[in-house]
């Protein structure tokens, strides 16, 4: 906890660097393959309606997957969900949602209360209906919560973490997210990881400067 201050500590930006530059030229190639589609910023929801169509058939997601496939209308054992896959480690990412009171707030106290109430485990499936997240409780992830829509190794979306690290917005995340978003549409149209890296880098690395 030294020097982190309550928040995550970050470095220098490594947009360019040769394992970044390795992972995007492999995005590239699976797609001029025919194996991938082409990448897109709209999120896990596009990508479920992919799924579901059967145009693609294998995908990194979490566990709000298991409600939105099956509300998408694939059919109970259609799908599965498996460890993240080994290549020269087994790492993934995982993010948690949160919730905050203003500075601005008139009811400081009231807020709390509320926010103690909704994170309560009985009033997950009040706020969360229909597994389209993953609990942060241990204790709600059960065969019985999952018999409703599946997968059937529905431990896994828990048991991952095991294997993961959490990498928390930066300051100037907005401008991160839109250079992000415009540099890998670059890289997919030009094939050329490399330019569309060092292009994002020059990017970070102003939108960093303009945030301290």
Known sequence: MSGRKGGWKWGDPTANSDAAVEALQYVIDLQKSGASPSPDVGGGGTLQGLFAS??????????????????????????????????KSNKSLFGAGGYGIFDSSKQKDLAFEVIKLMVQPES????????????AQKSLLTADRYKTTGPEHWSVFYDQLDNS???????????LATALNQRTTQAISSGN??????????DIEKAAAQAS
């Open 54 to 87: 059967g145009r693609i058939g294998m995908t990194i997601g979490g566990g709000f997957w298991a409600g939105g496939l099956h509300n998408a209308g694939m059919k109970d054992g259609s799908f599965d969900v498996v460890e993240f896959p080994t290549w």
């Open 124 to 135: 997950f499936d009040a706020l969360w209906p229909g597994n389209v997240t993953t609990p």
């Open 165 to 175: 690290v959490p990498i928390s917005a930066p300051p100037y995340y907005n401008a």
């Open 193 to 202: 990881a490399k330019k569309a890296l060092d292009g994002l880098q020059a």
